[in-house]
Each structure stands twice: as structure tokens, then as C-alpha cells.
């Protein structure tokens, strides 16, 4: 890692933003979710900033408030009894993203390129990243890693709506062992 990592919290999220070392003019912005456990993970963090070193690119590593809220588009019952139902606060956290974050950072590194912006999630926030895609155009490039797309109602929704951007560019990736739980709901 050649870059530099900067670390700041907005409105309980906490960000951690790699620079790589060729920071010029027009850089895309990579918004990755679950920030704590992406920086925090040395194996991934390592991968993301090698990356974009390698293809220049600002990383934004965003931890959610609450990740069953935040990363939820709607209301829906626990996967386990006795857990707390999903609250389904996405709309709100997609328009701190968007209307507070997204600025503030675009201002912090201003040769950040708004034009090139990706959002990136793992799980739920590999649904949020597809939600997100659904509810608003700021995001060119989508990657949903294992997105929790067994969420209730998510097959539906995509059915009733179109993507924002028609020139959108998504990266959908689902392992092997995604049909194997014993929760028929994830199957």
C-alpha cells in the first residue's frame, strides 16, 4: 500500500477512505459498505487498496448505523426466532448517503469524479448496493457480493421497477454455498 487512509465519522458512520498514491484529476469513488469490517479485515482491505493502486480509484469504506436497518428497503421478520425483525430504514440511509455524504467527501477530495461513482456491499449491504440502484442514478457501477436477494418482497420489487440508470454496470456474485443454509427463506 503506497496510498494513504483517512479516517473520519459522519452522523455514527464511520469512514475510512484510502487515497491511492496517483490521486489526480477525474478518480472514480468506489463506495464500499460495512466499512468497519472491510477496513478491519486485513486480507480485504489489502485486495481493495491493492486494486486501486493498480486502477486508480478512491476508496470509501462506509459503516452502517445499524446494518439490518440500514441496509433493509422495508419491514420484514428476523431469519432466527428471538432476533430483532428487520426494520427497513434504507430509504433514509440512502439519503444520507447521497444528500450529506457523498458531497461532503466529493468536497474533502475534490478531484473526485461524481460521474464515476460505484456502490459495493457484501450480504445485506450487497442488497442495499441493488436497492440503491433502484432509487436513485448517483451510482454508475453496482456490486453485490452474496446480496441477500432471498430478501421478503426483493424479486418482486425488481419485477415492478427499473433501475435508474440505464447505462448502469453491475457485478452480481453469489457463492456456492448461498442454496445450502437450512433457513428456506436465504435458499
Not at 453496482?142 to 453491475?170: C, E, N, Q, T
Request: net charge neutral.
Amino acid at each position: 500500500m503506497t496510498g494513504r487512509i483517512d479516517r473520519w465519522e459522519r452522523d455514527g458512520c464511520g469512514i475510512t477512505v484510502y487515497v491511492p498514491s496517483r490521486a489526480e484529476e477525474g478518480l472514480p469513488v468506489l463506495y464500499v459498505g460495512d466499512g468497519g469490517w472491510v477496513s478491519g479485515d486485513a486480507g480485504l482491505w489489502n485486495a481493495l487498496t491493492e486494486a486501486a493502486e493498480a486502477i486508480p480509484c478512491l476508496l470509501a469504506a462506509v459503516e452502517p448505523r445499524d446494518r439490518d436497518a440500514d441496509y433493509t428497503p422495508w419491514p420484514a421478520p428476523p431469519l432466527k426466532a428471538g432476533e430483532p425483525p428487520f426494520t427497513g430504514r434504507a430509504e433514509e440511509y440512502l439519503a444520507f448517503l447521497t444528500g450529506r455524504l457523498l458531497p461532503e467527501l466529493e468536497d474533502r477530495y475534490p478531484f473526485a469524479d461524481a460521474r464515476r461513482r460505484g456502490l459495493m456491499g457484501y450480504s445485506l449491504g450487497g442488497l442495499f448496493a441493488l436497492y440503491a440502484l433502484y432509487r436513485t442514478s448517483v451510482f454508475r457501477q453496482i456490486a453485490s457480493l452474496s446480496g441477500s436477494l432471498w430478501f421478503d418482497g426483493w424479486i418482486d420489487y425488481m419485477k415492478a421497477h427499473r433501475p435508474r440508470r440505464d447505462d448502469a454496470r453491475v457485478y452480481l456474485s453469489l457463492g456456492s454455498a448461498e442454496g445450502k443454509t437450512k433457513n428456506p427463506r436465504m435458499k
